[in-house]
């Protein structure tokens, strides 16, 4: 059962070392997180679940990872300088900053005044200057999103790859967003992560491709043990639909604060490309886009059947990857009765996606033949290039499996007496989900190992 209460998941944040408060130390910085030794684990090993998915798994999508600071040409011909803002409303009463479109009953969620402003629109992007000079034109901004360097690079992938519509370009990295109110935990959030990918596709094939990524992405969650049952899909109504937007599929997962986004899946016809091409007025593009004389590059594919250049359409499946920690967190967190009025938390992560792969423990750390063989042991696995394997050298092998039951290591190996008089040697293997234990040659522990972990 998912953890019943956000705290439940900051408080096994903070003990265990996956998430810290950015700046404690001063305060604390609203909006702003920090990954502790087994959140970075955790992170990449989602990341790596879905680069491993989205472009090795595939033949049809390239990567890519570009700088995270913008050109204000690129941003302003995005039409995030003149519309990436949400309504702000303030309490003339108490002061308090507000989300407009988040309110509730036209009342202050701080104090309850309905005295409040009108909403006006802030822009969510942060702005810095590149260079030593503070002139307009050496304005650039934080990328609020991954996907408008992906636009940027069309050409340059293309004619680097010879790729041929339909095609991808994947990008995982930072996105900065001044969010008005940052709230419920890492879920909304001020700098985070984002997974895109941008797939280019004929006009008239994107409701198919459309379709098709919305099972390609339910099915991705579900392999990271965030279950379909546990996602609305929602298909955004017409009139709430982004202006670049001819569909959107939100996935709304059942986060402990309520169902809230986990992903947009929309397509984004051919605006963003239509944007940011030059010579706009030689394709018949779509969408409205911005009026642009400053590209320098048409963003424009052959269509070999009717000998025309054509602007792609672009699919975007865009996930956050703070809030899909957020989501596996959950789903994982565990409370068990043991009986006896025993109980247990333990995170049962998907093997993949544990921060720490195996634990080795000796049974006693003031035995120097113990430890030593541990040690080996610990080497041997490390080199096997299976992720983090802990030498866990601390004397208390029952606090060490409830410790790691509750960071959700797989398996914890335990090498004892019997060890070091057998031949040939056997270590004990602990399950962490059935906690039953095994004895196994330590000849055959590789393998085990990673037969266990793949399952
Ligand atoms: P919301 O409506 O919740 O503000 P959005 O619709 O603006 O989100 P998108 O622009 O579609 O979000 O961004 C794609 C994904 O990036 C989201 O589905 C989410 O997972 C992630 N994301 C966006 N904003 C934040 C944030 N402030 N903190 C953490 N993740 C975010």
């Given at each position: 059962?998912?953890?019943k ?25 609203k ?21 491993q ?75 810095t ?5 503070e002139s ?37 990295g ?113 969408a ?33 990857v ?25 995170l049962?992560f ?12 000796p ?80 000849a ?12």
């Amino acid at each position: 059962m998912p953890a019943k209460s956000m705290d439940e998941l900051v408080s096994l944040c903070k003990r265990r070392g996956f998430i810290f408060q950015s700046g404690d130390i001063y305060g604390g910085l609203k909006g702003m997180y920090d990954f502790g030794p087994l959140g970075v684990e955790l992170k990449k090993n989602l990341k790596d679940a879905w680069w491993q998915a989205m472009v090795y798994e595939r033949d049809d999508v390239e990567g890519l990872d570009s700088a995270t600071i913008g050109h204000r040409k690129l941003f302003t011909y995005s039409g995030h300088v003149d519309t990436f803002s949400d309504p702000l409303v303030d309490c003339k009463d108490c002061k308090n900053r507000m989300r407009a479109d988040h309110i509730k009953d036209g009342k202050c969620d701080k104090c309850g005044s309905t005295n409040l402003t009108e909403a006006r629109n802030f822009n969510l992007m942060f702005k810095t200057h590149i260079g030593p000079v503070e002139s307009d034109e050496n304005i650039g901004y934080l990328r609020p999103e991954t996907a408008q360097h992906i636009f940027a690079n069309f050409k340059n992938v293309v004619d680097s790859t010879a790729r041929k519509i339909p095609f991808g370009i994947a990008q995982q990295g930072k996105a900065y967003r001044n969010e008005i109110v940052a709230r419920n935990f890492v879920f909304r959030v001020r700098e985070f992560e984002q997974m895109e990918l941008e797939f280019f596709v004929k006009p008239g094939e994107d409701e198919k491709w459309h379709e098709y990524w919305l099972e390609e992405r339910l099915n991705w969650w579900a392999a990271q043990g965030v279950p379909r049952d546990k996602i609305d899909v929602e298909d955004v109504a017409k009139n709430d639909l982004a202006h670049y937007s001819k569909r959107t599929f939100d996935l709304h997962y059942h986060y402990p604060h309520g169902p809230d986004e986990l992903e947009g899946i929309a397509n984004r016809t051919d605006y963003d490309l239509g944007n940011h091409t030059k010579a706009q007025g030689e394709f018949e593009i779509s969408a409205k886009v911005h009026a642009n004389t400053e590209s320098t590059t048409k963003m424009a594919m052959m269509d070999d059947d009717a000998q025309k250049w054509y602007i792609p359409f672009v699919i975007e499946p865009s996930a956050g990857v703070e809030r899909g920690i957020l989501a596996v967190l959950n789903e994982a967190y565990t409370h068990e009765d043991l009986g006896d009025g025993k109980d247990r938390i333990v995170l049962k992560f998907k093997p993949h996606l544990s921060p720490i792969k195996a634990a080795v423990i000796p049974l006693a750390k003031n035995k120097p033949e113990l430890v030593a063989k541990a040690q080996e042991i610990k080497n041997t696995l490390q080199k096997l290039g299976i992720g983090r394997i802990l030498f866990e050298n601390t004397g208390n092998v029952g606090k060490a499996y409830r410790r790691h039951d509750e960071v959700g290591t797989p398996l914890c190996i335990t090498v004892d007496f019997e060890t070091l008089e057998q031949s040939p040697a056997s270590v004990t293997v602990r399950d962490r989900d059935t906690m039953e234990q095994e004895r196994i040659l330590i000849a055959d522990l590789p393998a085990y190992v990673v037969t266990k972990l793949s399952q």
